[in-house]
């Protein structure tokens, strides 16, 4: 054996994983396959280095396919990769892919294909959302090609040949594998991409390799996918339809869900109690990493003020909202919720004091910059369209107005123009939330740092920088976590965001689909998996 060859480790293989559905025996399935989402927006892009939002993600996973694909329990499995191996430093990972790849136009797909991808991750042309995911991976020269200082195609990644690829990282990342499963990291078609540039994925155009294929997008109604027959476990794949419905009232989707035109959808708050009554076997309350909060524009006045947002910080009722206003959500205090591996949240004394002290401690923040009954503070809450959501704006609003005598009032705008006007920093304050891309504090904290997109009220804060660098560069997981709290900490003195409620899964599902994944804390519903039982 060769001293190069004994560098290596096999890190993972495939050794018969559960690849997609797993039916029971005696199982009897219905002759029409046909699963019918409730995905409450459309999406805003399924190109996957553009998809930024859990609606286009849900596409994105059916339609595309990575390295790795996550269980039913979130762990990684082999997808588009067979098997890889990682180097004893950790720094350098080797993918060899499946024989046979290939995209839904039948041409073969090839590492190339992932190479062009990754590249156009962090392509300041592109303008990804999720440019600095890779960054935040570690990989070889993908911070200073985000910040326009080298050419995408130094990027460390390469493809050895048509079926073998190399990834290198800068440092190694204990959690590198398991970042494989967000869209960001998915191959494109390099020749489609080269033809047709930023309309590849028109309904024409578009070339997938997932399990499934566009057939139709009625924009604003519905997307549906047709299962793709030369997928490479198309033999383990059940469903021959999936139907992605833009349904973006909890109650109506409801109303729909209960007439029999859908499979899966959220819950009316006003609904839990009775469902728990009346179809306890329906309903899904799963772990799943999320945090809603409320975002202010640092740069617009008066929030460029730390004494205001801390007033307001201060003063939002989480229990309020989490238990009474909407059901079944925890109370949030940290941005990162205590669910994600590897963190220990932070004790932060001030939110454990009685309302009545917070609300004078912030009456005397307000007066001290400026604010009293007759300079009342005045700002905007803005939020996307969905009944949840307004309830809670509306909340928030009537707290500040009877707590602190604000003037308070609401936008709401449809999902696509809010995230255009939120990214322009057309807002005051913005709702917000984040769902785990992977399970690690840094997920969420990175959103908070200078140069991430997602930093949408532009806070600058060098010394939350310098800790989430330093925890970024640790392998010591206690270390990281005491930097991770640390950075809570600071979150906690200068208030650029409310974490408002941690979110569960409240969602009904027709007992007649199986395969439906119960334990995977990032929601990744994978339709290769699923099928529907006679009924």
Known sequence: MSKNLLLWLVSL?????????????????????????NNHSDPNSIDPQRVEENTAAQVALDLFEGLIWLDGEGNPQPAQAQSWQKSDDGKTYIFSLRPGLTWSDGSALTAQDFVTGWQRAVDPAIASPFADYLAAAHVVNAQQIVSGKLAPQELGIRAVDQHTLEIKLDQATPWFISMLAWPTTFPVPHRQVAQYGDRWTRPENIVTNGAFVLERWIVNEKIIAKRYPHYWNNQKTVLEQVEYLVIDNAVSGYNRYRAGDVDLTWVPAQQISAIQRQTPQELLTLPRLNTEFYTFNTMK??????????ALYLTADRELIAEKVLGLRVPATTLTPAQVADFMPPALPDLAQPMRTRIAEAQALLKEAGYDAEHPLSFEIFYNKYDLHEKTAIALASIWQKNLRANVTLRN???????DSRRSGDFMLSRQSWDATYNEPSTFLNTLLANNPENVGHWQDAQYNQLITQAASSTDAKKRNELYAEAERRINQQAPLIPLYYQPMIKVLKPYVGGFPLHNPQDYVYSKELYIKQH
Do not use: C, H
Not at 301 to 310: G, H, I, Q, S
Not at 413 to 419: P, V
């Open 413 to 419: 705008m449809e999902w696509k123009t809010y995230l």
């Open 301 to 310: 006045a008066p929030f460029n003020d730390v004494r205001v947002r801390r």
């Open 13 to 37: 293989m495939a050794v018969l994983p559960l690849q997609a559905a797993e039916i029971p025996p005696g199982t009897v399935l219905s002759p029409q396959q046909i699963f019918r989402y």
